[in-house]
T-cell receptor, first 116, second 113 residues
């Protein structure tokens, strides 16, 4: 499809396990973002990739969280040793060029993570 | 730092009523301003945007005007429908530094027939 694609759409994992969430941005978009949406916490910025620049990781909540973006396209968000407080919807988004503040940022449907 | 403040919900209206959802922001320079909408069970969608002062964004009968002097971007619709029931998020992207969205907390709108 033409939109931002995320997988899995739903993931239930046991506390302490590692999880990987995948994002396929819109073709040609150089900027990619990860956000987290928790009940009662709103939308929280996690990490931002822009082209070949070093990613802005300032929103990652702990060192258990990491993300990479291969070949300037697909991105994977990894959460190690998951905790119950990691349960949330993880949203990926992309835009044409992150340097232009007016560019529209398009969101995927999200990956709903439940840690039990 | 940058921040967005929205009126708390839920906002409950009857069909055909006038809607206003207030949004104010704090940011240096000239950020771009956005309204996103999240319908039940769906992802975030861009509703409208404005990229400079006095611009008016509009879509699906919704409007918002970028007011630099009051640092506001209030969302309005003249006549709401049941299908407008959703959560509405005001957001900004700064014109310097990290070009990522900073969101308000969201306002839930419930429209009753």
């Amino acid at each position: 499809g033409a939109g931002v694609s995320q997988s899995p759409s739903n993931k239930v994992t046991e506390k302490g396990k590692d999880v990987e969430l995948r994002c396929d941005p819109i073709s040609g978009h150089t900027a990619l973002y990860w956000y987290r949406q928790s009940l009662g916490q709103g939308l929280e910025f996690l990490i931002y990739f822009q082209g070949n620049s070093a990613p802005d990781k300032s929103g990652l909540p702990s060192d258990r969280f990491s993300a990479e973006r291969t070949g300037g396209s697909v991105s994977t968000l990894t959460i190690q040793r998951t905790q119950q407080e990691d349960s949330a919807v993880y949203l990926c988004a992309s835009s044409l060029a992150g340097q232009v503040s007016g560019n529209t940022i398009y969101f995927g449907e999200g990956s709903w993570l439940t840690v039990v | 730092g940058n921040s967005v403040t929205q009126m708390e919900g839920p906002v409950t209206l009857s069909e055909e009523a006038f809607l206003t959802i207030n949004c104010t922001y704090t940011a240096t320079g000239y950020p771009s301003l956005f309204w996103y909408v999240q319908y039940p069970g769906e992802g975030l969608q861009l509703l409208l945007k404005a990229t400079k002062a006095d611009d008016k964004g509009s879509n699906k009968g919704f409007e918002a005007t970028y007011r630099k002097e009051t640092t506001s971007f209030h969302l309005e619709k003249g006549s709401v429908q049941v299908s407008d029931s959703a959560v509405y998020f005001c957001a900004l992207v700064p014109d310097t530094g990290r070009r990522a969205l900073t969101f308000g907390s969201g306002t839930r709108l419930q429209v009753q027939p």
